[in-house]
């Protein structure tokens, strides 16, 4: 399973950047909301996320609330990087700007998938990647984890060569608030975790990696004062 990040905010992207190990970025408004940008900016700040992760996805979200509107928006936000990714809500006209953006060669990322049902639509309409939420059916004290395996079980049914620009379909574990999300999202086999920084840095510390650092340490210590 491969990891993204899930934030707009630059120095965070640079961070994770730095670990090696990250496989794309996604946004949202609400995460752009949080770095304080301004309206005229969000664009400029988007190509500078995708210039800082040359080759990898970017997700950029549309904010138009019609077909025509998120059609000429996800034109747009494509054309500023060619790893630019044009995420759409799953309603209907998000499915019909995601066939015509599908149709012009644009990779589309259908988000705030809750359902199966939903994500089989996704992917009919030429979504490149489905992003099913987990965290928020757990904030209302429901299984976010089994809603996800019904996702990944459905898409996995089915070749969806020939529906998108690159003939496949990858299952992004979003709204993701904990390690445990990460490890169930990849036992179910999804494709993606996009994680906030905050779960990520979680899932680096382990307490029994702190003690053993801290063991080699002294130990290394005594050899070199003896030496
Ligand atoms: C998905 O791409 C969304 O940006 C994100 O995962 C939403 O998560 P939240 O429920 O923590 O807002």
Redesign the pocket.
Known sequence: MKFFI?TADLDEIAEAKGWGCLAGV???P??YAKTGGKLQDFEPHMLKIAKLCEGLPV?A?STATDTEGMIEEGKRLAALAPNIVV?LPVCEAGLAACRALADAGIRV?M?LVFSAAQALLAANAGARYI?P?V??FD?IAEDGISQLGDVIACIGNYDWSGKNVDGEVEI?T????TPNHVVQAALMGADIA?V?MAALKKCVRHPLTDQGLASFEADWAKVVAGA
């Open positions: 899930d996604t946004t949202n609400t995460l997700s979200e995420k990322n988000t992003s939420f965290g928020r904030d992004i979003a709204s993701v608030r996009t906030p």
